[in-house]
């Protein structure tokens, strides 16, 4: 956990930052996908899994399976960043590709799943994928200790239901709060309508927190457990991101900042209080840094 | 201390990284400029302190003197980066500006100094201040047990005497080793030289880094202590930097870059060994890194 006394001066509060851009493979992706892929059966492991993802979910199952010695196929759009998917490939996984423009990445895995007597591993709407999540929960509470606030990035909601419920049992008094990118806002809107919402159009810079709906297993968990959704707009999840570059040396992708830019935008009113927010992940590449940190930079 | 799989695989050693951007003010000049303000007797603190410099020793100083209910005024160049002032300023000290081109900093800082009874406090030539650097190294020697190899940046060198006094009490199998950067390499020409050479052109982005000269005081521990002293090309600081940022996820500026450099070049060989290298400071603002780095990226 890090602490910057120039955060909590901004905030008026003391804030705990949960930086997973230390979690191995850069986000804490790791901890559902070693859980989910530690419980598999002997039978189930020497057959070996498939997972669709371009990005941090397929890295963390890649080097996951490489730890467990169980063979993972990844399947990921030909558009993909050729950084991350070398990430993958270099964690020793086969690597599928997909034309997004005409194929369903879930039906491609399903497929070779079906083909090669694999199991699929599916980002967040799994229960033990939640649970591998809800140690980032646990370890905030253990080392933070009494809270009022905390604060959880939501994309399909695997992490804000493992952290949910570890807090919730941990620390029955501290609110847990979801942030989502206003371009995003799948569960924002869900939760008002009482309901699963999915979204026609998904437009943000955070790329992991592009849930076009909230999951089927995920959404009565955070149903029940957040006690709010927020969201933050484009420009303030950059001003975060450079912020944990100058002041904490952090390395936060978009998706790891909002939780910092809802604090530091007052989206939520942190005043007073004891907070932990979680920075979800750090793979960026420098360049797609650069880009994106230029509009915002003085000169 | 934080360590990593891929650098590891890349040196075939295994790496122990002391990463003081995580440190207060961002570098570890915070440790040498706490332990010698607080070394000051009741007269000098009620009286005050000045010291010269736009960087880490600046913002170290005007912290620990906040922190210490001292007055400090930083005596910083007209051309100094707005930021790193503002960072300064924002600690509560007095700023007073030079013109590089026409003034020593040393004699305006002695003018100040004599005319208000204040204490000079010097980057690097201070046992204090060497002393306060050393705590680097007894942490390192803690938290890593048994090392064959220590690396350090070597600047004026007061944190490569400190760490290095450290290191050879507490581990004293292990080889401490410095490193420079090529275009400001006059500790390794002083070491072959076997005494203080000046000189005339400094050359590097290592701004931490760009004494033309050892120290007085510094000088003759470092002969006696550092086992070699090696220099990086600039090309190879950028690479460690971006290396940091895009596996490490620590914004390391390039001084601090230059120990992480040597590990990746082989101008240091580690294989087979523990080592432990200091990243000795964060401060870098985001549109310089992103200057520094577009010409060593892909695209």
């Known amino acids: 956990m890090l602490t910057s006394g120039t955060l909590d001066a901004r905030c008026g509060a003391r804030v705990f930052l949960k930086a997973e851009p230390f979690q191995r493979g850069g986000s804490f992706k790791f901890r559902g996908a070693y859980n989910r892929l530690s419980l598999l059966d002997a039978d189930e492991k020497a057959r070996g899994i498939v997972a669709y993802s371009s990005g941090n979910h397929g890295a963390a199952v890649a080097l996951a399976a490489s730890l467990l010695g169980i063979h993972a196929v990844v399947v ?15 964690y020793g996984a086969e690597i599928r590709r997909y034309d997004p423009a005409t194929e369903s990445r879930e039906e491609v895995a399903a497929a070779i799943a079906a083909e090669r007597s694999l199991t699929v591993i599916r980002p ?4 033990d994928i939640m649970a591998g999540q809800g140690t980032v929960g646990v370890e905030l509470a253990e080392q933070a200790g009494e809270l009022d606030l905390v604060l959880v990035p939501v994309g399909g909601g695997g992490l804000a239901a493992g952290v949910g419920t570890a807090v919730k049992s941990l620390l029955p008094g501290a609110a847990v709060i979801g942030v989502e990118p206003a371009g995003a806002d ?9 309901h699963r919402v999915r979204l026609d ?18 959404f009565p968990i955070n149903q029940r457990l957040l006690d709010d959704v927020v969201t ?17 040396k952090v390395v936060v992708e978009p998706s790891g900042a909002t939780t910092l830019a809802a604090l530091l ?10 907070v932990a927010a979680v920075l979800s992940g750090g793979n960026i590449d420098p360049a797609d840094f650069a880009l994106l940190a230029a509009p915002r930079l003085p000169g």
Not at 76 to 90: E, M, W
């Open 76 to 90: 990921v759009p030909q558009t993909g960043s050729p950084a991350k998917l070398a990430a993958i490939a270099g």
């Open 186 to 194: 799948d569960t924002s809107r869900s939760m008002r309508a009482g």
């Open 124 to 127: 967040f709407d799994d229960y």
């Open 265 to 274: 935008t007052g989206a939520v009113r942190a005043h007073g209080q004891r």
């Open 232 to 248: 933050v707009a484009e420009a303030a999840i950059v001003d975060a991101m450079l912020f944990s570059f100058a002041r904490l």
């Open 201 to 218: 159009v998904v437009d943000t810079i955070a790329d992991g927190l592009r849930a076009q709906a909230p999951g089927e297993l995920t």
